[in-house]
């Protein structure tokens, strides 16, 4: 196994999906037909706990963004939970569960173990892809403009700038004055890479530019690009680039399948991945301008 594939499979986290058409009861009942255990009620956001077999806490939560759904919420996970996470996903579907425009999908990277340098390698990549990034998760323009906002522009230059050493620096960087007990419900949490949970008790990376889903495959293609991401900023020494992409519809496609092969998203394994990536994205994903003529 690769280096970079290696990272993506030691990496922990956690996923949050927000369901409409669906009740707190009839989404714990469908995860545990699929995880087993029992059900315990009562809690933080009226949850209803699916406790399984191996002690860990799959929840379905009230949301006040959601009209008469709930929330997903996963426990901590590992690689090999991806195809109980995408049996959940089905069992809700089939359960009734609907994601119009109001909902979305949230990735959670654990963090704790990564430096202020491997974050700012995070976000230098993160910012150089990030229009591409959108338009292939086909990331809906409400949520850009309230609930996923872009990378802040003054917070990239201040990380650029001073390249924290320090947890604390990094906090500065990431608030703009040092905040050492950041409310939960801060305004910084609302962009597509939020750093905001570095600082709390979860010390995780998030990333918010999912759009709600009902498709396995694509809430399993959120959750691995992610990982993907973190870590190619684990392993790499530095991160190039200060401004980000500018996006070119002409060559979009080609230029999003050379950046998943960098992140080492290559062969068999991730070949459902790229096409779910790659299927919103004009342009040809072999050539760069095109199909030659002659060919």
């Known amino acids: 196994m690769n280096q970079k594939l290696e990272t993506i499979k030691s990496l922990h ?52 963004s959601l009209n008469t759904g709930a929330e997903f919420v996963t426990p901590i996970l590992g690689w090999d939970d991806l195809p109980t996470y995408q049996e959940c996903i089905r069992a809700i579907r089939h359960a009734g569960a609907k994601t119009p425009e109001t909902t979305s999908q949230h990735v959670h990277v654990g963090a704790a173990d990564l430096t202020p340098q491997q974050i700012t390698n995070l976000v230098r990549n993160f910012y150089k892809q990030e229009v591409l990034i959108h338009k292939a998760f086909g990331t809906l323009e409400n949520r850009l403009n309230r609930y996923t906002r872009p990378c802040d522009r003054a917070f990239v230059a201040r990380i650029l700038d001073r390249r924290p050493k320090t947890m604390r620096e990094l906090n500065e960087a990431w608030f703009g004055r040092y905040t050492p007990n950041p409310v939960h419900y801060n305004n910084e949490r609302y962009h597509s890479l939020n750093l905001s949970p570095l600082f709390e008790d979860k010390r995780t990376v998030e990333f918010r530019f999912g759009n709600g889903t009902t498709h396995a495959g694509e809430a399993r293609t959120m959750a691995v690009f992610c990982l993907a991401m973190v870590a190619k900023a684990k392993l790499a020494k530095a991160a190039s680039g200060r401004n980000p992409r500018e996006y070119n519809e002409t060559t979009a496609r080609f230029d999003f399948r050379v950046a998943l092969l960098h992140l080492g998203l290559i062969g068999d394994e991730f070949k459902t991945v790229r096409q779910h990536l790659l299927k919103r994205l004009p342009g040809s994903a072999a050539w760069r301008n095109g199909r030659p003529e002659n060919r």
């Open 13 to 64: 986290f956690g996923i949050e999906n927000e369901f409409e058409n669906i009740t707190r009861q009839r989404m714990a009942d469908a995860i545990l037909s699929v995880v087993g255990g029992t059900i315990r009620y009562g809690g933080p956001h009226s949850a209803v706990t699916v406790v399984a077999p191996d002690g860990r806490e799959w929840k379905a939560i009230s949301d006040a």
